[in-house]
């Protein structure tokens, strides 16, 4: 089947052939004007934050999720900062979801790295967190524990021990997903890497039995682990795809990425898959299909990637091809599949993407986009694009800020470490990050390092919105119901 490269121009037309599918890179001179339904580009002020004055050991937030009312963040902290006041915080920490975005009294304490966090559909009064810890709240509890809402205290009656790391979890309405480098988990070794907990008990149900195993090798490859990185569920909470380092999942042939069917008595592993997945990136950077996302129906589906250049890439040489540091698109579709787009960041990481039907959002620490021409550098036509970037999500073009004079991405955030997590509500686009590098920008403005939300026209309707200072100005009538 042959591909073709596809220059965006002026028109950035997408053309499809019968009977072959055509991958579109998104090169220069091919940015659009944002289509309005997108999240705003300057977020608003007064989210938690990490303290800039300090950045050794640097403070992440890894992701952040919310159930009900209330947002969760968890990741590498000890201190949270919101207006005058300071708040210890080990490793996890909640926020009121809406301005004035207030912090919570929930401070369980995490003795190490929390990497994810998950709720059941609708059931808020516990959280269940993986990551590299051995106790909370000075009990022991390895790698993996559920937790009070209410108390933060240890939740007992769900076992809390993994051999190693976990490194994602998420919640279905009788099954908690995790993943990690672990073998064995809760006294069970029957399903390594991947497994499914009872929501009560933390014993594996054995709804997953996928027999995980590989892992990348290739000339001068550096050392790496089978393991199960991330996960992104479908909108419809049918379908799962799973990131990591593996070469084969449920008797298939599997690299980076696999969907997984969960709508049934078992989990089962999907048709989907694609010939570019099994491609290889720079020695040091084996495992690159960070994250995934939906579109909104569920046809659609967005990864975000690191791994600098192809392998077998001779120096010098462009335009790039494959996958590495890059945004993608892919059909859904349960066959293999070819891109349907690629848009290189020019040997700049993406650790995160969300969408919704306007826009793929993409993040991590980019210089910038459409750049198949450049590697370290700006190629001809590329356009810069730092932390957070927005895109066409039928060609992969970005969207510009036409009022600077010279056009860059419509949104911006600094660099840092990079853009860990990504979560759209029906408010706007959570941003989780850091503070590596004094990193405290985020759409324009300052003062946002860890947690950046942009939200959407419609989610301040009602209330004055000044762009200049990104301010969340309620009106008068309800800040006295308030006081009362």
């Known amino acids: 089947m042959n591909r073709y490269r596809v220059a965006l121009g002026a028109g950035l037309a997408l053309c499809a052939l019968s009977g072959g599918a055509q991958t579109a890179t998104a090169r220069g001179r091919g940015g659009l004007q944002p289509p309005g339904t997108g999240v705003l580009p300057t977020p608003l002020r007064g989210t938690p934050h990490f303290s800039t004055a300090v950045e050794k050991p640097v ?36 926020f009121k979801a809406t301005p004035p975005f207030t912090m919570t009294s929930w ?81 069970s070794s029957a399903n390594p890497y ?38 992104a569920l479908s909108h419809s909470g049918r379908l799962d795809l799973v990131m990591g380092d593996f070469t084969s999942v449920g008797g298939k042939k599997r690299q980076q990425i696999f969907m997984l069917r969960i709508s049934g008595h078992k989990a089962k592993v999907t048709r989907w898959t694609s010939r570019d997945f099994s491609s290889h990136c720079v020695t040091d950077e084996p495992f ?52 349907i787009w690629i848009n290189y960041t020019g040997c700049d990481s993406l650790y995160s993407t969300a969408a919704d039907a306007g826009t793929a959002y993409f993040g991590g620490h980019p210089r910038w986009s459409m750049n198949p021409d450049g590697c370290n550098h700006p190629g001809p036509g590329s356009y810069t694009a730092k932390g957070i970037q927005g895109l066409s999500p039928t060609t992969g073009a970005l969207y510009l800020n036409a ?71 309620t009106s008068a009538s309800t800040a006295r119901r308030r006081s009362r």
């Open 59 to 94: 403070e992440q937030v890894r992701q952040l999720v919310q159930c009900g009312g209330t947002m969760y963040a968890v990741g590498t902290f000890w201190q949270i900062l919101q207006g005058s006041r300071v708040f210890e915080r080990h490793n996890a920490f909640s």
């Open 107 to 187: 401070a369980p304490d995490v003795n190490g790295t929390v990497n994810s966090i998950a709720f059941r559909h609708g059931k808020c009064s516990h959280a269940y967190i993986g990551g590299s810890f051995t106790s909370v709240n000075g009990t022991k509890a390895t790698n993996i524990a559920a937790i009070s809402t209410w108390t933060g205290a240890l939740v007992n009656t769900f076992a809390h021990h993994a051999s190693a790391t976990v490194e994602t979890v998420r919640a279905l309405n009788r099954h908690i997903l995790v993943g990690g480098f672990y073998t064995s988990i809760n006294r």
């Open 288 to 339: 690159y299909i960070r994250a995934a996302s939906w579109s909104p129906n569920d046809r659609t589906i967005y990864i975000a990637t690191t791994g600098r250049n192809l392998a077998s890439r001779p120096g010098g040489v462009f335009p790039l091809t494959g996958l590495c540091d890059a945004a993608a698109a892919f059909p859904a579709t349960k066959t293999s599949v070819q891109p």
């Open 403 to 473: 009022n600077k004079s010279k056009p860059s991405g419509y949104y911006e955030s600094s660099r840092g470490v990079g853009a860990d997590d990504m979560l759209i509500t029906h408010a706007g686009l959570w941003v989780a990050s850091d503070n590596f590098g004094n990193s405290q920008w985020c759409g324009f403005l300052s003062g946002l390092s860890g947690i950046c939300f942009l939200p959407y026209p419609s989610s301040i309707s009602g209330h004055r919105y000044d762009a200049d200072r990104a301010t969340h100005i």
């Open 194 to 231: 991947m497994t499914s907990l009872n929501p009560k008990t933390g014993r594996d149900d054995r709804f997953v039995h996928l027999r995980i195993s590989g892992h990348y090798q290739y000339p001068r490859v550096g050392n790496n682990l089978t393991r199960v990185y991330n996960q």
